[in-house]
């Protein structure tokens, strides 16, 4: 994300490039809230040309092979390094049973920034317009943490708490993430509304377990609405009571978009990301139910 | 008379160094010894300085010197000279540079900037021009009276008024009287960004002697020059002007950037070459943009059709300057009636200053903006009519030859046909027949037009010349300080050369460099006048080096110049081809073969003189203020989502009377390229700001310009109806193929829903809350439509 | 944004008020301030380091008194500044009441952030501004009553 810089050079920092997870986290335990890691750099860099950020130190994950990969097991899901980028990631054969990830991963910016951006760079950057982070929680994903200390696994519901903030303390690095199996009869999809803007106006992951011709569950998370993704509770409550889910769609996007937080900003009024809500939660479900 | 060269597809002279990316523009350019500057700008919408601390900026190594505004108090500009280098005593927008360091490396001058400290006591502010209208606003140019601006612009000293233009004719009070219907209307235009690759960047080396070298990102180099010259007080010929490849220009790099300050820069750091490159966030918010616009319109028209009253009144929000904006103040009013004839007509322009970033000149100037109201009136006049609005177009529209402008300009026979172009664009569209239905039923289809009109804004005087050179070999140097940023003017003149002399295409060359040294004055690149003017100016050149060719060809084929002619590169005698002698053994002189010789290099000289261009009367604004008028048109088909209020152009038609086609491919690419900027500006884009006045979204994530893949095909349709004056008959048209596509756009909403877009731009949002305040039911239906075809989709399955 | 809250604090009021009218008192207690000075008028300069979510930045801050009225306890002043590509604006209103043998400090404050931190993180700004209050208040009455 930029929001325009008046800068063309970065401050002054040193860069490391460890080549081993351990070296990386013992960067990141000696220099604790001087240091930054990098991973495709596109938000980092960006934020740091604007003078938002001024790390002293910046750790590039890249030369870190472990971080690299992004594996899938039958039955336990898949796992996505902290250095796969979203084109890697979007040429990668099961990414396509995750409906709303492969969805969010295929649309962002253009081939040139997905060339380098990656998957947990888009998630850590917390900007509340980024597209993975609704698919993911939609999905049940969480988030792999490690430092010196120890190992940590937070859903990504938790670790994004606010706009640009994450839960992750000084010498903490997201190595992974991991999205669980979908379940059985779920379909998942992601849909943003962007026309006119490059980063979602609205963005709206569903998914959904069918049980004959009823919603057994749901989970609809609405990005870029306001400061995190929101999670619609009442809105899947009414999906899922419905005993004819197909009459009370726009009941649903109804519900949605009064329940949830959105706000005006520069690229949106509230009152429009609500009709938006409304409006999207019809099309996502269509895709999904049907 | 089908030429060789004239009237054929030939690609620009510089698309191979373009696309082989190895084309220089001035960002690449470096100088031996070359520093580099940086800006330090305001934070604050309206304050006095009241100190700038500049020791910690020092300290750092490599920095040279910081330079702020008192240390060189100049006022510059191009009409209403209200602008400072850098604020002097107060700043008057956020972004308003106030200081510039000079370093050895642009690392140590954004450091150093980052340090210069800068104290403000805040003025009160004002942002909307409506309210910096009003008596008892807060002063924004204190001394406007003292500015060196043109005498044709009236500022209201004492007021934010920084120009204030009439045009008056007939008695548009008793007509509106008279009138059986009367629209009344406000219409909005948000700022917007010429959106121009390059951004704004200056080499400037203020030598020891006193010579200023300036290498710019710029589409003419002859108003640099001249302003530096007037307010420095220097001899035009100590500055030397040099303007390479430019990326883009639209209107935002005519009359004068930042060449003063940076050779200025270039004196106080001890005459060394000083570069300035602005970076996209400071292109946003202390270059200039296009101003925001208020149109408040009575138009009264007789049951008939007829269009017999029209009452303006325009408000343009200059911000902090309104250097070239108080000329668009000028281009809004007289051009206010379009390409009809309205017999009484009253257009009041106020172009007044705002705490917000400086404006100029975009594309189409003036012309984008009146013709986004005039051909919505039209349209809103037609259905309360109850009549189609392109008879209300057909019965209002100018008769050449008869009719006469709101300027009181009678036209001429050869002005142009207007007609053919509605015809031709109606016809293409396929007015009158339904749109097929959409197969989502929440969507629906629609058609609009707009016409128009343009001819160049610019001064009575604005003159044009060029020189043909030769060389031993007989190729060709064509000298013109016409513009080329992207226009291929400068391809078409070449072709116009080759066509004359019979001489390969590649024979005939302009340097990529335009230079004020050595190229010929041209005003300016501006106003799609370059082919009209310039073009002139070289087939007088022609003339003038044909005539000096024959001169020695006679007396060497010793037989009278009246039996010569010029044909494949050789002088020949008429009738007899073998009597011949090629170019190459003339333009340097005739040697017999003895030795002896005549003639002598060969330099052909032309000028282009507007002659039936006057003043305004500054009282009613009648007069002749353009050199033609380039009669056009937009048609398009388009697709509403109602649920998201998004508009979709599915195809759209252009069509303009140029009098006579040059080159068809780079008329196509014209048209083609006009078409996508209108209607990324007609429906994306918008500088937005805060209560602050601070630019929200000064980049291009959130300030979106239209990708290829918003693109609709696009149909050209040419008319060709010559002027007798323009080169072969042609007609400038470079701006005016944006110009239409708004209102097409607006229009063609109208016309399917009855719903009036009176805001530009027509984002899905505007759209969809012009839709919930005009037709919410339009929305519920749709809705509902959508469930409906939900449950069908579900059905099939 | 507006802001605003109440604070209770051990002392007397006249205290608190001859406290709170001495800028180098009240600026030495802002959290981040990295260098001050005072200047004629209770003007102050200061150089404040602020941080919000990774957000980080050194703003360059003013602040000057725009009315005192020590009959009736109560005073405004005018914030500005800016640092990371932004601005900011903040018109407070403080106001003194005495409650049961303390002081009540009232206050508000309208705030308009401006540049990449108004856009990106109103709601982290919001939350920035309570916790700098908060600790603000807080040392505040440490000194007075401590
Ligand atoms: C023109 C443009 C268009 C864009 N369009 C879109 C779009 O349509 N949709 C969208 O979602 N996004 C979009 N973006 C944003 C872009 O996708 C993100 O900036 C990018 O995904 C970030 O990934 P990265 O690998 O470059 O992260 P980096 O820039 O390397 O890191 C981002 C942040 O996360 C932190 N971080 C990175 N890795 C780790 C880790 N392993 N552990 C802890 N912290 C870490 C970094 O310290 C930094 O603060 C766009 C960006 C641009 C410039």
Redesign the interface.
Known sequence: MSFGSPWFTLPEFTYHKPKTLKEALELLDKYGEEAKVMAGGVGLLAFMKERLMAPSHVIDLKGVPELGQAIYKEGEGLTIGATVTLNELARYGPLKKFGALHDAVRDIADPIIRNRATLVGNLCEAIPWVDTPPALIALGAEVEIRSLKGERRVPVKDFIKGPVEIDLEPGELVTAVHVPEPRRNSRSRFIKYNTGSEFALVSVAANVVMDGGRVRDVSLVYGAVSSTPQVAVKAADALKSAEKPWEVLDEVGRIASEEVEAVSDVLASEEYRRHLIRVLTLRVLREVMG | MAGKFVGKPIPPQDAFLKATGTAPYNYDIELPGMLYAKLVTSTVPHGRIKRINVEEALKVPGVVKVVTGKDIPYMVGMYAGDRDLLAIEKVRWVGHPVAAVIAESLEAAERAAELVDVEYEELPAVFDPLEAMKPGAPLIHEHMEKYRRLPVFKPVPGTNIANKFRVVRGDVETALKEADIVIEEEFHIKHVSHAFMETQNVIAHWHLDGTIEIWTSWQNPNPVRQIMAESFGIPYNKIIVKIPFVGGGFGGKAGLGWEALVAVLSREAGHRPVKLVLSRKEQFTSGACREGFHAFVKAGFKKDGRFIAYDVKYVLDAGGYADYTVNVGRAVAYSADGSYEIPNIRCEAYTVYTNKVPTTALRGFGYSESHWVLEQVIERAAKKLGMDSAEVRRINLIKPGVSITATGERLREDVGNPRKVLESILQEIGWGKPSEKPKEPWKIRAKGVALLVKGPAQPPKAPSSAAIKFNEDGTINLLVSTGNFGQGTVTALAQIVAEEFGVPLESVRVDWIRDTHSAPYSWQTVGSRGLFTDGIAVLNAVKDAKRQIFKVASEALRCPEEYLELVNGEVRVKGKPWMKIPLKDIVMGYSYPDGTSIGGPIIGRGVYMSVHTTNLDPETGQGHPTIFHTYGGTGVEIELDLLTGEIKVLKAVQAFDIGRVINPLLLKQQFHGGFIMGMSIALFEEIKFDERGWVLNPNFTSYYVARIKDVPPVVEKFVETPQADGPYGARGVGELTMIGVAPAIANAIFNAIGVKLNNLPMTPEEVWKAIKAQRPDLIEKAVKEYQKKMKEVKAVA | MRFEGSFRINADRDKVWEFISNPSNVIQCVPGVQDFSVQEGKRI?AKVKVK??????LF?A?SKVLEEDPQNYHARMEL?G?G??S?F?ALVDLKLEEADGGTELKWSADV?I???????????VE?YVKKMVDQLFDCVKRRLEG
């Open positions: 300069a919000i979510g990774f957000i980080s930045g360059q003013a500005s800016s990371a590509g601005g604006k308009s401006s540049g990449p931190l108004g856009s990106l993180a109103k709601s982290m939350g």
